[in-house]
């Protein structure tokens, strides 16, 4: 993210915003997606975190920190629906167009626990270092690291265990 | 010499080669030697390749964001209607207390159901996941450490 771009947002200039949204919103949908498993979830999460970007932008210390604060709020939005969720059936609700692998890794994605999840898909999507995801979680990087070591790990025994099961019903 | 279970975190470093050289080095030595960590590398990495190839190729989404300006704050009567249905709330609970009755107020993630749906028409990916009540109170997930 261009960090005049965000100075100018700070500022605010309408059109430096639209800008963010046009750029972040794939982004923050598609992470949304993928920690949730659902359409509409996404939907309102990724439009609480614009709304919540809009109202907070100002409050920004470091603009090249951007990409951290923002899913720094998203991962908040993400906890408050699970916490929701916990008290619901979980509906996997996906786009027309996902391929069947991409389903079974939402769907194994979704079976292992969200502290694991936010983990993997902050450092296997997003790309951020070990460093930087602990700042966003408010949490040591040793716990990072554990995190990851064990979703991963569930995450490949859920997906072979969903193919697998998946084949056996087609044959 | 160090237990198997301190080697992992420093595995994930390895993996993502955020590591220092003496760490490296050490990792390289007991890999060397522990079949175990090797295969726990092994998962790491095939797990890696799953959320690659599986989300690498996929079309991108996309939704139409729209800022709305909203109320922030409550309306001190409502904020004060929220503290009297509050108070009222707590009364409840004392009463259910002394009946003995338990009430359990959060679900373990492990008692979701999964339903698989599509948004729009349906592909041909369609997983029968309607049974997977049972199959998530059996099964033992990855836990942290």
Known sequence: MNEKMVERAMRGETEAFE????????????????????????????????????????????????????????????????????????????PSHTSEKEGYAVIALQMITPEQREAILLKEIEGFSIKEIAGILKIPEGTVKSRIFYGLKALRKEYLRLKEESHERLQ | MKDCSEYKKML???????????????????????????????????????????????????????????????????ALFLLLFFVFLMGVKVKIG??????????????????????????????????????FENTEKGGEK
């Open chain 1, 19 to 94: 800008e963010i949204v046009r750029q972040w919103e794939p982004r923050l949908y598609s992470f949304a997606l993928k920690h949730l498993g659902n359409v509409d979830d996404a939907k309102d999460i990724t439009q609480e975190v614009f709304f919540l970007v809009y109202r907070k932008i100002n409050q920004i210390k470091k603009p090249e920190s951007f990409s951290s604060w923002v899913f720094s709020i998203a991962m908040n939005e993400i906890r408050k629906m699970w916490r929701k969720r916990a008290r619901e059936r979980v509906e996997i609700k996906l």
């Open chain 2, 98 to 135: 002394e009946n003995n009755i338990e009430v359990s107020t959060m679900n373990s993630p492990s008692i979701y159901e999964y339903m698989v749906e599509y948004s729009e028409e349906s592909t041909n990916f369609q997983p029968d996941l309607s049974d997977y009540k049972n199959y």
């Open chain 2, 12 to 78: 994930v470093s390895f993996l993502y080669r955020e590591i220092s050289p003496e760490e490296e080095r050490i990792i390289l030595e007991h890999l060397g030697t522990c079949e175990e960590c090797r295969e726990d590398l092994r998962e790491l990495r095939e797990a890696r390749e799953i959320l690659k190839s599986s989300f690498d190729e996929g079309e991108p989404y996309s939704v139409p964001v729209v800022i709305v300006e909203k109320r922030e704050r409550l309306p001190w009567i409502a």
